[in-house]
T-cell receptor
Framework: DGGITQSPKYLFRKEGQNVTLSCEQN?????MYWYRQDPGQGLRLIYY???????QKGDIAEGYSVSREKKESFPLTVTSAQKNPTAFYLC???????????????FGPGTRLTVL | ELKVEQNPLFLSMQEGKNYTIYCNYS?????LYWYRQDPGKSLESLFV?????AVKQEGRLMASLDTKARLSTLHITAAVHDLSATYFC???????????FGKGTRLSVIA
């Protein structure tokens, strides 16, 4: 089955600890994205990557880091510098159809991170 | 900077009634998306609108796009309880650029 997987589904972090959220896709999509959602809020962009070995900061990148070593994988690390990391994290991917196309984004099931 | 505004943010509807959710955006774009999110779940794609005047319908939901007014609407016809969810609109400028989301409209359909 093609799709996007995220793991773990639930994650608990202690103060001062770094944690890594996994995102994998087998859709052969070029671009991948990380969004953060707080209760009752919309989605805010953390990082995105349009091609392997390249990524750009989004609106709220501080305290987060990413890597894109493989096309199908885009892990997100929440560092101890992120002061309020409790949130729902969503990974998405899209295929590059060029300027004439559109980048419908497909979302993974999400990871709920809680700081203890 | 692209900004997306939805209204209303909260909507309580009676079953069988009609209503419209509005999505305004600040910069010219002809790529608008509607998503649905159930509590605790991820986002599910509902509609992709790619040109001025585009209209798409799925069941009791109909979405339209007016690029000149920078406005999209999501119309709900004869609401049923199963439509209770949060609905997001999102806009992108071009190609594989990230989506900018509205804050969402939390819809509750009551008997």
């Amino acid at each position: 089955d093609g799709g996007i997987t995220q793991s773990p589904k639930y994650l608990f972090r202690k103060e001062g600890q770094n944690v890594t959220l996994s995102c994998e896709q087998n859709l052969n999509h070029d671009a991948m994205y990380w969004y953060r959602q707080d209760p009752g809020q919309g989605l805010r962009l953390i990082y995105y990557s349009q091609i392997v070995n390249d990524f750009q900061k989004g609106d709220i990148a501080e305290g987060y880091s990413v890597s894109r070593e493989k096309k199908e994988s885009f892990p997100l690390t929440v560092t101890s510098a992120q002061k309020n990391p409790t949130a729902f994290y969503l990974c998405a991917s899209s295929i590059d159809l060029g300027l004439a196309g559109f980048n419908e984004q497909f979302f993974g099931p999400g990871t709920r991170l809680t700081v203890l | 900077e692209l900004k997306v505004e939805q209204n209303p943010l909260f909507l309580s509807m009676q079953e069988g009634k009609n209503y419209t959710i509005y999505c305004n955006y600040s910069t010219t774009s002809d790529r608008l998306y509607w998503y649905r999110q159930d509590p605790g779940k991820s986002l599910e794609s509902l509609f992709v609108l790619l040109s001025n005047g585009a209209v798409k319908q799925e069941g009791r939901l109909m979405a339209s796009l007016d690029t000149k007014a920078r406005l999209s609407t999501l119309h709900i016809t004869a609401a049923v309880h199963d439509l209770s969810a949060t609905y997001f609109c999102a806009v992108t400028l071009s190609g594989n650029t990230p989506l900018v989301f509205g804050k969402g409209t939390r819809l509750s359909v009551i008997a």
